[in-house]
């Protein structure tokens, strides 16, 4: 195991009515990449807000570098970008850029954060006048800033066109190549895939599945069946199906039987691929298996 960076540990958290963490448990080591996945309100922001210092739990105990997260020493070595942030409006990005770094006894310098992360179209403007992406682009660039250690990102790319998201992971596979450490939430499960070493899933505050991208597929224990067909009757122990066009997607724990199956009954289809399932197909699989193991789905 390497060293552990961020941690909480049976971590309780409440806003007013809603328990936003259940007994909550998890661990980043050092030079990790993992995501935290889940729907929205289940808790992720809050997990990485724990962890950063911006919130303190009711119960359980959280730590950053083995102190407590509001530690000044401690925080010295992060860089965050929230979900939401702004800037004031009036300052150029280059100037919201300088102020951040003066605020770090050995910040990245300007000209590489802003080459590192596309801004020379814009961060001489004002930023009241930058585009929504522009403005993400800039308060990603503000993370690494201060040559952090650790890096938490919640929702980092909402907003970014395919290609900025995609320069994007290229730079946060270098900050990690050189022993940098990410916790990021996503709701882009493509993103997941691409950069985390590891992945944990939460749901209604509490973990539901932790482990490494092929460890949490397998666990799942479902393969992808493709194929295409002018149409399908109702299968035996498909988990999950859709469809484009001709072109069938169907779930299954028994990749065997089915195709069996499916010559049994006389089927006329074509371009058979049996593939394992993607992480999209293991989160969604899980969740719902969740819900009607808690009834959640009854009725």
């Known amino acids: 195991m390497s060293p552990a960076v961020a941690e909480l540990s049976d971590v309780h958290k409440r806003y007013g009515a809603t328990e936003a963490l259940r007994g909550v448990s998890l661990t980043v080591g050092e030079g990790e990449i993992v995501a935290l996945l889940g729907p929205n309100g289940a808790g992720k922001t809050t997990a990485i807000n724990l962890m950063s210092g911006l919130r303190r739990p009711d119960r359980g105990t959280a730590r950053l570098f083995g102190r407590d997260p509001r530690d000044p020493v401690a925080r010295r070595s992060i860089g965050v970008t929230p979900q939401d942030t702004a800037f004031p409006v009036r300052l150029t ?94 709701h882009y499960l493509e993103e997941a895939e691409a950069l985390a070493s590891r992945a944990v899933l939460i749901d209604h505050g509490r973990i539901r599945l932790a482990g490494g ?43 065997d039987a089915l195709v069996r199956e499916l010559v049994a009954r006389g089927v006329d289809f074509r371009d058979l691929e049996i593939r394992p399932v993607s992480l999209e197909d293991a989160i969604t699989t899980a969740l719902r298996d969740d819900d009607c193991a808690d009834g959640s789905t009854a009725g």
Not at 217 to 229: D, F, H, S
Not at 246 to 255: E, G, P, Y
């Open 213 to 255: 991208i092929d460890d949490i597929r397998a666990r799942v224990g479902l393969k992808r069946v493709e194929l295409c067909a002018p149409a399908l009757p109702a299968l035996d122990g498909v988990a999950g199906i859709g469809n484009t066009g001709d072109r069938h997607a169907l779930l299954t724990r028994d990749a």
């Open 93 to 186: 990005g280059r100037e919201v850029i300088a102020l951040v770094r003066d605020h770090f006894p050995d910040p990245v310098a300007t000209p590489d954060l802003i080459g590192r992360f596309g801004l020379e179209e814009f961060v001489d403007r004002q930023t009241g006048g930058l585009s929504g992406g522009q403005r993400r682009r800039l308060a990603l660039a503000l993370a690494f800033a201060g040559r952090a250690d650790v890096v938490f990102l919640d929702e980092p790319t909402t907003g970014l066109d395919a290609g900025v998201r995609r320069d994007f992971w290229d730079a946060v596979r270098a900050f990690a190549g050189n022993g940098g450490t990410v916790l990021l939430t996503t």
